[in-house]
């Protein structure tokens, strides 16, 4: 018995110092060396001062940006507190919504998502909308959408942020990434990066503000 | 399934089958003590350990021992780890300043057991409970330990099986040190480099507040989350940096991320099955076992894949498109992210439940009743498909000694396996080891279904048990039974949906995970220990080959017959009569 409680209590410890401080040390020197920028979480600036960052997902809600996907974490984008909705596919709540109540904020279900995305871009109800549009990502902080919903969202966003739908195309068609080795994932448009472009456009369109 | 999603699948099983042989020649060597490239370097870290634990490599130790060593390794891990995890509040590297508020004691049960078991099943919310220390030191070192014994039992009982006339089947310690060192660390070390060159994180600094463009300031949570994520996946612990896990841009970033994090899972469960044809002097015999597990693999994806990208019907009314088109996914996107979409997600769910990793890049709550049917399936199945580190391959060596059993009653001959005959002793063992896993699943979330608990009490403040569920009708019923199966098969995926932080849950869960974990360990231990006497038979011609399709087949009926029997009168309570609730409109 004493035999092997020496190794359990010896071992545990080797491998609490070496795989519990010495390999995360490593691997933090490492990568503050090789990749600083993503060591430090991609961190985007924008005039010196961080503004999101490149992987993490933001919320937008003024009509002249691009719009995310809806999100369930924490009151909705919180990134210290990632989630999805975990509603499963016989939920009325996840179709239909619930209304606030006390201790409990509401729920805006995919029915009434579908509605607003439909007034917001002036779609009428025959117009199919991508799935990605009016679903809640898993981790609540995708920073992604698809190119069909950033293609319908061009129309509202040029107009209320006074461009050219083709000024406006055009920087969707910079934003999207395609499937890795055309193989791997799906094309995706990030909106963080997307918003700054249309964020320059503005900026340049309307000088005086 | 479309094209995109076949020629993944293709692409991926074609790498797990050329990296098999290399990998798993490569581990036999490691395990048989012989020299390989990486001798030279760590050779000498291999001897101090030795030295500094007091341990002599070249002693051997009986089923006994090395499962006693197994035992007590592990609950001076686990101890660690509960003790870590109350005092996060006074420890190091805790910019946020978590506490023992936020580790309360029946939860920091429930975590140690669930890291020791390798399970990492987490019932609260990582960003916002664990201190960067917790995560690293009480939290990732049991993805390298458990990973490590998860491994040595798989050896030792494949030395059990192909050794004969001998007493002891290797040294548990030996057999630890060699795979953390000549195995997880070299892989982990490229691997976690290449994390944090695709966008994983790997800091310490506190979480940042970013000044959003429309005003707000959003708080992003960080830390050393490559050096973890990288022995997540390798070790199939699966337990995340962050609440959605591999679904979390963070710890997942980009697609290419995605793929190399699914071949992680499988690769060294998959390679195992070399390592047991190596070692057993014939290859054929981990190509068998190889070959059954791949073909309950494909069929999972083929089937969750379809259910997924067909999308749920009362989503479709809204008319949103179901079919995927060159611009947009289609399909079940709830809980599923844009860079995944359908395909990478219903894949990643198949591999990490068929390996008993458990790390998640979509919501399983919020698959379609049949998308979500195979994960639970794959856990239901004893996770023999790969399987977890280790786990897999004994789980589905147990499997095979009760094909050859059906085989010997179906001809009346006393079965054999690698030409050892399989006795009353080992078939009670195996079916044993079957018993107590069907016997946790079903018990605990039959009793979590039935007792009644007080309102406001300490067990469980909302009163009875399945109030906790986050869906209601037999959606609800899926999130009990699949939480405790995971448990129970140390996956730690889960129907995320179940609030399963209160100590009613915390205790039944973790001790489902324990009993999972060992009383697995033990008999299949016992079976190495009294296959390692026997002295081997001649090969006659009434011999049953267990390395022919005939065998696969039978392997294959084993497993699915066992698990079909025992579990699909739950199955049928919860995913099947959700799947035709829905596609006859109801809601709940």
């Known amino acids: 018995m004493l035999k092997i409680i020496k190794p359990a209590i010896l071992l545990t410890a080797v491998f609490t110092i070496g795989t519990g401080f010495m390999f995360p040390a490593g691997i933090t020197l490492l990568a503050r060396l090789l990749f600083p920028g993503q060591a430090n979480g991609s961190l985007v600036r924008s005039h010196g001062v961080v503004v999101g960052a490149a992987h993490i997902g933001q919320n937008f809600t003024a009509p002249y940006y691009f719009h995310p996907r809806p999100s369930a974490a924490g009151n909705g984008y919180d990134a210290s507190n990632s989630s999805g909705t975990n509603l499963g596919p016989t939920s009325d709540k996840l179709i239909h919504g619930s209304p606030a109540a006390a201790g409990s904020s509401g729920f805006t279900g995919i029915a009434q998502l579908a509605a607003q995305y439909r007034k917001e871009n002036n779609l009428s109800a025959s117009t199919p909308l991508p799935a990605d549009a009016v679903t809640y990502s898993a981790s609540g902080l995708d920073p992604d959408i698809s190119p069909a919903n950033a293609r319908l969202q061009a129309p509202r966003v040029a107009a209320a942020a006074g461009l050219t739908l083709n000024q406006v195309q055009l920087a969707i068609t910079q934003s999207t990434r395609t499937r890795t080795f055309g193989l791997l994932g799906e094309p995706r448009v990030n909106v963080l990066a997307l918003n700054l472009a249309i964020a320059r456009l503005r900026a340049h369109s309307q000088p005086v503000q | 399934m479309t094209t995109n999603s076949l020629v993944q699948l293709a692409l991926y099983c074609l790498i797990i089958v050329l990296t098999t042989p290399v990998l798993g020649r490569y581990m036999a060597r490691v395990f048989q003590g012989e020299k390989t490239l990486l001798s030279p370097i760590l050779g000498p870290v291999e001897t101090v350990v030795y030295r500094v634990c007091g341990i002599e490599p070249s002693e051997e130790m009986s089923w006994q021992v090395y499962a006693g060593a197994l035992l007590l390794f592990s609950v001076v891990g686990m101890v660690l780890t509960y003790i870590l995890l109350r005092l996060q509040g006074v420890l190091p590297l805790n910019p946020q300043h978590f506490s023992g508020a936020q580790m309360s004691p029946d939860l920091a049960f429930n975590t140690s057991a669930s890291f020791t078991t390798n399970t990492n099943w987490q019932a609260y919310v990582p960003e916002q409970s664990v201190s960067y220390f917790s995560n690293m030191v009480a939290l990732a070192i049991h993805n390298w330990m458990s990973a490590a014994s998860g491994i040595a039992v798989a050896i030792a009982l494949v030395r059990g099986l192909t050794r004969h006339s001998g007493k002891s089947i290797g040294n548990l310690w030996v057999d630890m040190v060699r795979a953390t060192l000549y195995v997880l660390l070299p892989i982990c070390l490229v691997y976690a480099l290449f994390l944090v060159q695709q966008g994983v994180p790997q800091n310490f600094l506190p979480y940042v507040h970013a000044h959003t463009l429309e005003g707000p300031v959003q708080t992003i949570a960080e830390g050393p989350v490559a050096s973890q994520e990288a022995i997540k996946m390798l070790g199939t612990n699966g337990g995340g940096f962050f609440n959605a896990n591999s679904a979390h841009p963070y710890e997942n970033p980009t697609p290419l991320s995605n793929f190399i994090q699914m071949l992680s899972i499988f690769l060294i469960p998959a390679a195992l099955t070399a390592t047991f044809g190596c070692m057993a002097g014939s290859k054929r015999q981990g190509w068998a076992l190889f070959a059954a597990m791949s073909v309950m ?90 399987g977890g580190v280790g786990a897999g391959l004994y789980g589905m060596l147990m499997f095979a000694i009760i094909a050859v059993f059906i085989a010997g009653l179906m001809v ?134 267990t390395d022919s399709g005939t065998f696969v087949v039978l392997l294959l009926g084993a497993v699915v017959l066992v698990g079909a029997l025992t579990f699909f009168p739950a199955l049928a309570l919860g995913p099947i009569a959700e799947h035709l609730q829905m596609i006859h409109g109801k809601l709940f």
């Open chain 2, 412 to 545: 009346g001959r006393t079965p054999e396996y690698l030409g050892k005959k399989i006795e009353q002793y080992e078939v009670k063992m195996a079916m044993l080891a079957v018993l107590v896993l069907a016997a946790s699943i079903l018990g605990f979330a039959a009793l979590a279904v039935v007792l009644p608990l007080k309102a406001h009490g300490y067990w469980n403040p909302g009163g009875n048990p399945w109030t906790n569920v986050n869906n209601a009708g037999a959606h609800g019923f899926s999130e009990i039974l699949y939480a405790f199966t995971s448990a129970t098969g140390n996956n730690g995926s889960a129907f995320a949906g179940l609030n399963a932080n209160t100590p009613y849950f915390n205790l039944t869960l973790g001790m489902a995970m324990l009993i999972g974990r060992f009383l697995m360990i033990i008999p299949l231990l016992a079976i190495a220990g009294s296959m390692v006497k026997k002295v081997p038979v001649p090969v006659t011609s009434g011999t049953f080959p």
């Open chain 2, 297 to 386: 693999f494909v069929a999972g994806v083929v089937v969750c894949t379809t259910a997924e990208q067909r999308g749920l019907p009362a989503v479709a009314a809204c008319n949103v498109m179901v079919k995927p088109t060159s611009s947009q996914p289609g399909g079940n996107m709830e809980g599923k992210e844009t860079r995944f979409g359908i395909s990478d997600s219903a894949l990643f769910a198949v591999i990490t439940t068929d390996a008993s990793c458990g790390a998640v890049n979509a919501m399983h709550d919020s698959f379609t009743p049949i998308g979500g049917l195979v994960p639970l399936s794959n856990i239901l199945s004893g996770e023999v498909i790969f």
